[in-house]
């Protein structure tokens, strides 16, 4: 039985086809720099050689149709068209009033487009990338394993914000926590690799990437997370603010006459690591640009 894994991030594709019987990967892939071409990738089945180089990838799209074209293929492939998945998962990050994981129905579409104001560089992307999906395995189950759901353990003075009770009742705004899987991932391997069972622990577990997030966990489980409402607060993230205190942006939007769209379109595209360098939201931009302005300067 074999079913993809599917991670759609906010910066690339990553893929493996695994089996599930004996947990074996076939293959394991990904294009980095979705968005942001020349977009590198690497394609890897035990047994051949890898393969990697650098495709145009202007959206996640153009990723997902030359990872296909790489599994389906006969030199770099594993199977010679899809239909030998049972079902492919999708780590998906919010979708309205689903927690933990569902089988993609146009229900759970409709849940991701309802929380696209929270997920503006996500949720649209997941659309995509399942869609482009069903119109391959239209009769392949697609199942959708949300983030927040490791984050159901912390408790209410970790998860509530200090607003009023009719934000949280009505708009449900709470800190809900992203990049679960990873966090949960690093609370069962760090007492693995130390030999201490995970009630002897506590871990302060690190996810960077195109986002990032920390997560707090004690006994195995998430005590407390960096991410909130979005996955746009905690840390800074690629081309997003992470926190900022919300009257700077009251006062900007009032000063500046920004409307919602505008000040949005700033948080998301032009600040965090590239708002601060000045150069890129990729951090292997911003080392080679200091590197090369260090050289000039010496
Ligand atoms: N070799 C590297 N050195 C420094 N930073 C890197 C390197 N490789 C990747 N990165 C950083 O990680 C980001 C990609 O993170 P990743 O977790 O793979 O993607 P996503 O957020 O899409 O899931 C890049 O934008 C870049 O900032
Ligand atoms: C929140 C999240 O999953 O982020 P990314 O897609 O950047 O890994
Ligand atoms: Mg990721």
Redesign the pocket.
């Known amino acids: 039985m074999l079913i993809l894994c599917a ?1 759609v ?4 594709f ?1 893929y493996q086809i695994i089996d599930v019987q004996t947990s074996a990967s076939l293959v394991a892939g ?1 294009v ?3 968005g942001n071409s020349p977009s590198p990738f690497t394609h890897a089945v035990p047994g051949k050689p890898s393969v990697n180089g650098e495709i145009d990838a202007p959206n996640h799209n153009a990723a997902i149709v030359h990872a296909i074209d790489l599994i389906t293929a006969p030199e770099t492939g594993v199977m010679a068209d899809l239909s030998d998945l049972v079902g492919v998962g999708f780590k998906t990050i919010l979708a309205r009033g689903i927690w933990r994981s569902a089988l993609i129905t146009n229900k759970v579409i409709d849940a991701l487009e309802a929380d696209i104001p929270f997920a503006p560089t996500h949720n649209p992307a997941y659309i995509a990338s399942i869609r482009a999906f069903q119109e391959r395995l239209p009769s392949t189950p697609l199942v959708a394993v949300f983030e927040t759901w490791f984050h159901q353990t912390m408790p209410d003075y970790a998860s509530e914000f200090g607003v009023p009770r009719e934000w949280v009742e009505k708009h449900h705004i709470r800190r809900y926590g992203f990049h679960g899987a990873s966090h949960r991932y690093i609370s069962e391997r760090v007492p693995q690799l130390l030999g201490d069972p995970p009630a002897n622990l506590r871990i302060i577990s690190c ?5 990032s997030s920390l997560c707090a966990i004690r006994n195995g489980q998430s005590i407390d997370t960096t991410m909130g409402v979005s996955p746009q607060y905690g840390p800074i993230q ?1 081309s997003r603010s992470g926190d900022l205190d919300p009257f700077a942006v009251l006062y900007l939007m009032d000063a500046e006459g920004w409307d919602t769209e505008e000040i949005r379109r700033q948080l998301i595209e032009e600040s965090g ?1 590239r708002g601060i360098s000045g150069v890129s ?4 931009d ?2 080679a640009a200091a590197w090369k302005a260090t050289i000039m300067r010496d």
Do not use: I
């Open positions: 991670n991030g906010s910066t690339s990553k990904g980095e720099r979705v996810h960077l990437g195109g986002s690629s690591l939201g990729d951090l292997r911003v080392e």
